[in-house]
């Protein structure tokens, strides 16, 4: 009967866990204060002055994303494991720039000849101390963990050429139509997907460039990047013509220059 007890409250324990995620709530009004929304929601600005007179909300929030410990985080939701690990990466890339900020005109002079912000080992998170691209391709694009090829639009490096700064944290409980919304927003935007009609070639984020083989490797069901354009072609595309295209998967592609000066509010 003991163990029994005992097994019902470990049961029970594990799922409360689960029940109760991060709680981003910090971080998600620091963004609906200081994020602002352009294009419809296509491109947004960071109102980094506004983050600075709030950094000690911000540290708060840091802190507590510091003091997840592995096992705590391993009882989650993969949905809110993801959520945490995006949140984590944006709001420790506002920190970083707030280091340098204002004077900054890129979040790549942090970094110097030999070096990267990217490979700056100062997040303290899950028991390590760790870089931005830890976070990113160690973790969040760990083969065999989330296979999710939308987190491109979600994670931000505090550059106009990034997917928006969403104005609101991603959780768990809705992470599935908010990195949908991320996407759409991203693949609508004209200044960073677009068709030329004098080349027949579909001009995209360089980001396609980058990161294609996330896009082929079967995350979200595609093998093949032109799969992923052709199940998006509604929004790609302004006429029915150039969607007929798309869905073909005989589009050639163009990557566009990226723009690496800092997305603040004013600049």
Same mark, same amino acid.
């Given at each position: 009967?003991?163990?029994?007890f =005992?097994?019902? %409250?470990?049961? !029970?324990g594990?799922a409360?866990?689960?029940?109760?995620?991060?709680?981003?709530?910090?971080?998600?009004?620091?963004?609906?204060?200081h994020?602002?929304?352009?294009?419809?929601?296509?491109a947004?600005?960071? @109102?980094y002055? $506004?983050?600075?007179?709030?950094?000690?909300?911000?540290?708060?929030y840091?802190?507590?994303?510091?003091?997840v410990?592995?096992?705590?985080?391993?009882? &989650?939701h993969?949905?809110? *494991?993801?959520? =945490? %690990?995006?949140n984590a990466?944006?709001? &420790?890339?506002?920190?970083?720039? %707030?280091?340098?900020y204002?004077?900054?005109?890129?979040i790549k002079?942090?970094?110097?000849?030999f070096?990267?912000?990217?490979?700056?080992?100062?997040v303290?998170?899950?028991?390590?101390?760790?870089?931005? @691209?830890?976070?990113?391709? $160690?973790?969040?694009?760990?083969? $065999?963990? =989330?296979?999710?090829?939308?987190?491109?639009?979600?994670?931000? !490096?505090?550059s106009?050429? !990034?997917?928006?700064l969403? $104005?609101?944290?991603?959780?768990?409980?809705?992470?599935?139509? *908010?990195?949908?919304?991320?996407?759409? %927003?991203?693949?609508?935007?004209?200044?960073r997907?677009?068709?030329?009609?004098?080349?027949?070639?579909l001009e995209v984020?360089?980001?396609f @460039?980058?990161?294609? *083989?996330d896009?082929e490797?079967?995350?979200?069901?595609?093998?093949?990047?032109?799969?992923?354009?052709?199940?998006?072609?509604?929004?790609?595309?302004?006429?029915d013509?150039?969607?007929?295209?798309l869905r073909?998967? *005989?589009?050639?592609?163009?990557?566009?220059?990226? @723009? &690496?000066?800092?997305n603040?509010?004013g600049?």
């Open positions: 009967m003991r163990a029994y =005992f097994g019902l %409250l470990l049961w !029970c594990i409360t866990a689960q029940a109760a995620p991060f709680d981003h709530g910090t971080w998600d009004g620091l963004l609906q204060r994020v602002v929304t352009l294009a419809q929601g296509q947004t600005e960071v @109102d002055a $506004g983050i600075a007179r709030e950094r000690v909300r911000l540290k708060v840091l802190d507590a994303l510091a003091s410990k592995p096992a705590e985080y391993g009882q &989650w993969k949905s809110d *494991q993801l959520a =945490f %690990l995006i990466y944006n709001a &420790w890339t506002v920190e970083l720039v %707030l280091t340098r204002p004077g900054l005109g890129s002079e942090i970094g110097g000849l070096s990267s912000p990217w490979k700056k080992r100062f303290p998170l899950l028991g390590e101390t760790r870089s931005l @691209d830890d976070i990113e391709h $160690g973790l969040i694009r760990a083969e $065999g963990v =989330f296979e999710e090829p939308r987190i491109h639009f979600a994670v931000n !490096c505090a106009v050429g !990034c997917p928006a969403r $104005g609101e944290a991603y959780v768990g409980s809705r992470l599935e139509s *908010q990195l949908e919304d991320a996407t759409r %927003l991203l693949l609508a935007d004209r200044s997907n677009r068709f030329n009609p004098k080349t027949q070639r984020s360089k980001i @460039d980058w990161y294609r *083989q896009f490797r079967g995350w979200g069901g595609y093998r093949h990047i032109s799969q992923f354009f052709a199940r998006h072609a509604d929004v790609l595309a302004d006429t013509d150039v969607r007929r295209l073909s998967g *005989q589009t050639r592609l163009t990557h566009l220059d990226y @723009d &690496w000066k800092l603040a509010r600049s």
